[in-house]
């Protein structure tokens, strides 16, 4: 039988997914990263301090590795793609613990403009002092180095380094974005990137240790995408 052109224009849009049970909303990328050159695992950085609040030495967490390879601490972030601009910040400060001479997390993100607010969880005097990849002049934050501090970051950067000037071990990263799209991985390599509009991204990849690595991953609406990274070569 012939079917009219309004009939077959409805046949084309349910083959395409546009009918009932298409799947809407955003979508989300997930996956882990890994490192295909190992290096030497966590090192000592110190003995315990009387005045801080750990009882045993401090590793390092410049590398932090499964046997399997899956990398934590490692900032994964979307630098191209549709619908980055136009996010309200969040109110509230992302925060960065010192406790037991040592910052927590390792590394963070936050939004450009949105405040940064460093606490002092030790019984002793510390002293944040912020760097940026742009090779600018470091800045001390100011005022009393044994209370909290707060820092504004007004535009995006990957990364913000900060050590503690008198700590010269105490070392933290923070991913400064204006968008909410990026995750840090956790001790098994795992990360989520949610409420992503359907497209196609750029994946960065950005670790202590490692030269960045990236991926095209394409989002559609309502699924979960994977992408696994790999980290191939050593700064």
Aim: one cysteine or more; aromatic letters at 8%.
């Amino acid at each position: 039988m012939k079917k009219s052109g309004a009939a077959l224009a409805a046949l084309v849009l349910l083959g395409c997914g546009g009918g009932p049970g298409a799947r809407t909303g955003p979508g989300m990328i997930q996956g882990t990263v890994r490192v295909g050159t190992p290096l030497k695992g966590a090192r000592w950085t110190h003995a315990p301090l009387p005045d801080c609040a750990h009882a045993p030495p401090v590793v390092a967490e410049d590398y932090v590795v499964a046997t399997d390879g899956q990398v934590a601490w490692a900032f994964v972030y979307v630098s191209s793609g549709p619908g980055l601009e136009g996010h309200d910040r969040p109110r509230g400060a992302a925060t960065l613990d010192q406790i037991g001479c040592r910052y927590e997390p390792h590394v963070m993100g936050m939004r450009a403009g949105q405040k940064l607010q460093v606490r002092n969880r030790d019984k002793v005097r510390h002293n944040p002092y912020f760097f940026t990849m742009r090779k600018e002049v470091g800045f001390y934050t100011g005022g009393p180095p044994d209370r909290d501090i707060e820092r504004t970051f007004d535009r995006p950067e990957v990364m913000v380094g900060v050590i503690c000037d008198i700590h010269p071990w105490e070392k933290a990263w923070v991913g400064v974005l204006d968008h909410p799209f990026f995750a840090v991985t956790d001790g098994a390599g795992r990360y989520t990137i949610s409420g992503l509009p359907p497209g196609k991204y750029r994946l960065e990849v950005w670790h202590e240790k490692y030269r960045s690595e990236s991926a095209l991953v394409e989002v559609s609406a309502g699924e979960v995408s994977t992408a696994d990274l790999v980290l191939k070569t050593p700064k």
